[in-house]
């Protein structure tokens, strides 16, 4: 069963992680820290109450971890990129504000 509320944190995670991006502005890491973990909470619940009831659940949380991995291991790398290449904050600071759009959309639509 969905619960609204875990909807709503997902929205805002995105939310807020596309205008940390957009800002461009460096962060206390324990204020980074703080934020994951909290925002952790609804995606996690999320894919935990969606978990099928199969033989092999460990399976799909396996494929959770690894595509999770996945998607901050691209990260990482578009940040590494971005570095190398001329207007490459400028870049970063347009896929924040495109990914703050999805987040808004998301909200609204929630």
Same mark, same amino acid.
């Given at each position: 069963?969905?619960?609204?509320? /875990?909807?709503? !944190? +997902?929205?805002?995670? /995105?939310?807020?992680?596309? *205008?940390?991006?957009?800002?461009?502005?460096? $962060? %206390?890491?324990? @204020?980074?820290?703080?934020?994951?973990?909290?925002? &952790?909470?609804?995606?996690? =619940?999320? =894919? !935990?109450?969606?978990? %099928?009831? *199969?033989?092999?659940? &460990?399976?799909?949380? &396996?494929?959770? /971890?690894?595509?999770? &991995?996945? #998607?901050? *291991?691209?990260? /990482?790398?578009?940040? +590494?990129?971005?570095?190398? #290449?001329?207007?490459?904050?400028?870049?970063?600071?347009? @896929? !924040?504000?495109? #990914?703050?759009?999805?987040? $808004?959309?998301?909200? #609204?639509?929630?």
């Amino acid at each position: 069963m969905k619960k609204p509320w /875990v909807e709503l !944190g +997902i929205a805002v995670s /995105v939310l807020v992680l596309g *205008i940390s991006i957009a800002a461009n502005k460096k $962060l %206390p890491i324990l @204020i980074v820290m703080l934020f994951v973990g909290f925002f &952790a909470l609804f995606h996690g =619940h999320a =894919h !935990g109450t969606e978990m %099928p009831h *199969i033989s092999k659940p &460990a399976f799909y949380a &396996a494929g959770f /971890v690894v595509g999770t &991995a996945g #998607i901050h *291991i691209a990260g /990482v790398l578009v940040g +590494i990129i971005a570095d190398k #290449i001329n207007n490459g904050q400028q870049l970063l600071r347009y @896929i !924040g504000a495109a #990914i703050a759009g999805i987040g $808004l959309h998301l909200l #609204i639509m929630n």
